[in-house]
């Protein structure tokens, strides 16, 4: 089984919003990411855990927090976005971080559609 | 600067033409080679990683090839399901952890 799971799949907010998404996989693995990803374009990193430390952070607005409760456990709370935050929000595991395993598969969620209003 | 760069952007097939898809790629000590599939609205779904130059990776309709500047995705005899946009992505990138991945080939297959 290679699911990861994110909720919610759609999520409208205001600019003065504060929401969270989550994303959970029961894989074992120890590596999670969050992308964001724009219309018509691919994927792009925002966040990496590795044992639920966080370790790249590839110059997100602080708007964008993310926290590890667990292993298995990825949420990205979100605060005073703005509307060109709108995208589709991944998660995706690993069974390790690449500085670990250099061999290790991505494996995405659904997604979370967020449009900002 | 790593980079990622697929052809062509659309490709229309009628359903049992096949066609490849190619990816080139300058990623400075290659980890990985990854193609994903992504229908509309969804996440990227894994289909193969290939790790050095002349490796090979089939699947169904699917057969992907590594040489050491670019990948290929043979698509044989395609039928309309097959519909999707196809993902490369190599490692590292975006980060020593992250994707570093392609615009992608947005793929119509005809009935």
């Known amino acids: 089984d290679t699911e990861v799971t994110q909720t919610p799949k759609h999520l409208v907010m205001g600019m003065t919003n504060k929401k969270s998404l989550k994303c959970e996989q029961h894989m074992g693995h120890r590596a999670m990411y969050w992308y964001k990803q724009k219309a018509k374009k691919p994927p792009e990193l925002m966040f990496v855990?590795?044992?639920?430390?966080?370790?790249i952070n590839e110059s997100v607005p602080s708007r964008f927090s993310p926290e590890c409760p667990n292993s298995s456990l990825l949420n990205l709370h979100l605060h005073a976005l703005q509307p060109e935050d709108s995208a589709l929000y991944l998660c995706a595991s690993s069974q390790e971080s690449w500085t670990a395993a250099p061999r290790d598969t991505q494996y995405f969620g659904p997604g979370t559609r967020l449009t900002v209003l | 600067e790593d980079q990622v760069t697929q052809s062509p952007e659309a490709l229309r097939l009628q359903e049992g033409e096949s066609s490849s898809l190619n990816c080139s790629y300058t990623v400075s000590g290659l980890r990985g080679l990854f193609w994903y599939r992504q229908d509309p609205g969804k996440g990227p779904e894994f289909l193969f990683t290939?790790?050095?130059a002349g490796e090979e990776k089939e699947k169904e309709r699917l057969k992907a090839t590594l040489t050491k500047k670019e990948s290929f995705l043979h698509i044989t005899a395609p039928k309309p399901e097959d519909s999707a946009t196809y993902l490369c992505?190599?490692?590292?990138?975006?980060?020593?952890?992250?994707?570093?991945f392609g615009k992608g080939t947005h793929l119509i297959i005809q009935p």
């Open positions: 992505a190599a490692g590292p990138g975006g980060g020593a952890d992250g994707l570093t």
């Open positions: 855990y590795s044992y639920e430390k966080l370790s």
């Open positions: 290939l790790y050095s």
